[in-house]
């Protein structure tokens, strides 16, 4: 879906977070970044990812990588989320889809038959110097951790 790669600069943001504070790229330079897209907050599937996430922060943390999470989701809804699982990290509440567009992880899914305009679920890995390391497109929701930190 998106046409970022390896060795591509990643895209600026600024976009606000849960709590309403204004969240940029740029904000983590000098340190690695996990940077996940998922569809909806609350979901099944996105609940398991950032579960996941979560558990092994420290491990994360360990390695130098900061997170941040983005969906379309509102700030009211973010910080619900965020609240009721305790992520240690932000989640962008991206309602222009700025950040999903600049990532290109917006686009046609399709779901019991029916085809819609979504988020695919995506995770970038960016460097210190705000380049792209990896692209993960077939994210397991369950085992993610173990796929970027393998």
Not at 38 to 55: F, H, I, Q, V
Not at 75 to 104: C, H, M, T, W
């Amino acid at each position: 879906m998106t046409q970022l790669k390896p060795g591509d600069q990643a895209p600026n943001f600024k976009v606000k977070n849960q709590d309403g504070e204004f969240v940029s790229l740029s904000d983590y330079k000098g340190k690695k970044l996990v940077l996940f897209f998922y569809p909806k907050a609350s979901t099944p599937g996105c609940t398991a990812e950032a579960c996941n996430l979560s558990d092994n922060y420290e491990a994360f943390k360990s390695k130098g990588y900061d997170i941040l999470g983005v969906s379309a989701d509102s700030e009211k809804r973010q910080s619900n989320f965020r609240n009721k699982y305790n992520f240690p990290y932000p989640l962008l509440a991206d309602e222009d889809k700025e950040v999903i567009n600049a990532y290109g992880v917006w686009g046609p899914k399709k779901f019991m038959g029916k085809e819609y305009d979504g988020i695919h679920r995506t995770t970038f890995i960016i460097d210190e110097n705000g380049m792209i390391e990896d692209v993960i497109s077939k994210v397991k929701t369950k085992e993610h951790s173990d796929q970027i930190l393998k």
